[in-house]
């Protein structure tokens, strides 16, 4: 699967853009500020039906106008699909395959499987928990619709009995029945939940230490580990034990939206004693990994967008990751660089297809 043809209007600093890619390596290179990682953006798109970087879709729209449209042309084994996103300030978005409208956008999300390598990635060691357990969900759902649904069902299971214990602590009253009953659906799902993501972990961890050694050069051991907020209770005793904290606090302390994953290099947390290279390269390693697990589950080798990966890797780690990337484990790719010869030396040096397209002002010319 890969994407032959893109057309921007007016999506970001683009007026209009078209350009037809490589089934291989595609760069994308020019200055700061000239629009490289929004081609990435747009491409993104085209798979999750939202921005990558913006929440809101009319941030997307080039300033002073009122809409945007992206058009992609997908090639999956020979066979043609048109892909179409429209987007008018303050009106629902349009989203059609070949023409044909989708009633829910989720019908369209794994139809064209893509993993994106962003500098923002650096949220997963820095940010909160919530990114790390959205990052893990993330990966499960696309392939199992059935956790989907538990996580869902959990999440509103979880709303309600937090409701509930905000009602006792404002009326000073306690309800023993209700909360049974809210107790015992957490659990159910709870304990679902930890399972799969314990199992999806189990087949993740050492595709991630895979890639990790092979970035490294083998000169660093890292770990992931789960990081269980029942330590080895069972959920409902963990909630009977949490009982008065979580009604003092009146919210949930304990369960699978509290857990978190651990990130080490070696014996030490990651997050405080590895340098800026090495957290990148065990981002990389984290987002290759995803990008494996998807291509089992899929059976088809997704889209990787990689932005501005040159930064603090050195030459050695870059070009072990070019390598990998350009070979047959890998489908089409995308670079960004703002160097203008690097890239294109590089490939040729290790004789990998590709195109560099120049970004310049509203438009990209082939090199
Ligand atoms: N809605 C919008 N309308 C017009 N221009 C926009 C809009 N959103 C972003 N831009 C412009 O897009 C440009 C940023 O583009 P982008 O992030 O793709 O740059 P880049 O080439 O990746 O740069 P760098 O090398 O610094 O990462 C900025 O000049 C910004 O002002
Ligand atoms: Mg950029």
């Known amino acids: 699967m890969f994407l ?192 799969i993501r314990k199992e999806f972990l189990k087949q993740f961890v050492p595709l991630f230490n895979n890639f990790y050694q092979f970035i490294s050069n083998h000169k660093e051991s890292v770990a992931l580990q789960y990081e269980n907020s029942l330590e080895d209770r069972d959920f409902k005793t963990a909630l009977m034990t949490a009982l008065p904290r979580d009604r003092s606090v009146h919210y949930t302390t304990v369960g699978p939206h509290k857990d978190d994953l651990e990130f080490n290099l070696g014996d030490y947390n990651l997050k405080k004693y590895a340098s800026q290279g090495q957290q990148k390269s065990f981002l990389l390693a984290l987002k290759l990994a995803q990008f494996e697990f998807i291509k089992e589950q899929k059976n088809t080798k997704p889209l990787l967008l990689l932005d501005d990966v040159y930064d603090k890797l050195d030459e050695e780690r870059f070009t072990k990751l070019l390598e990998m990337v350009s070979g047959d484990k890998f489908g089409q790719v995308f670079i960004t660089d703002t160097h203008p010869d690097r890239m294109n030396e590089l490939l040729n040096q290790k004789n990998i297809a590709h195109r560099i397209f120049l970004v310049g002002d509203t438009i990209a010319k082939e090199a």
């Open 4 to 195: 032959k043809q893109l057309s921007l209007i007016n999506f970001k600093n683009y007026s209009e853009f078209e350009a037809k890619f490589s089934e291989k390596v595609n760069c994308f290179v020019g200055n700061n500020g000239i629009g490289k990682t929004n081609l990435l953006d747009a491409i993104y798109y085209l798979s999750f039906c939202k921005s990558y970087f913006n929440t809101s879709d009319s941030q997307n729209i080039k300033h002073n106008e009122g809409f945007f449209v992206i058009q992609g042309h997908f090639d999956k084994n020979g066979e043609e699909s048109e892909v179409y996103c429209g987007i008018k300030r303050n009106q629902k978005k349009i989203f059609k395959k070949n023409k044909r409208e989708y009633e829910r956008l989720s019908e369209h999300i794994g139809q064209f499987p893509l993993v994106m390598i962003s500098p923002s990635d650096t949220d997963l060691i820095n940010g909160s928990s919530e990114n790390r357990r959205k990052f893990l969900d993330g990966i499960i759902s696309q392939y199992d619709k059935v956790y989907l649904d538990k996580l869902i069902s959990y999440t509103q299971v979880l709303k309600q009995r937090n409701a509930l214990l905000k009602h006792f602590y404002e009326t000073r009253s306690f309800d023993s029945e209700t909360l049974d009953i809210l107790d015992e659906q957490l659990v159910i799902y709870g304990r679902s939940i930890l399972d």
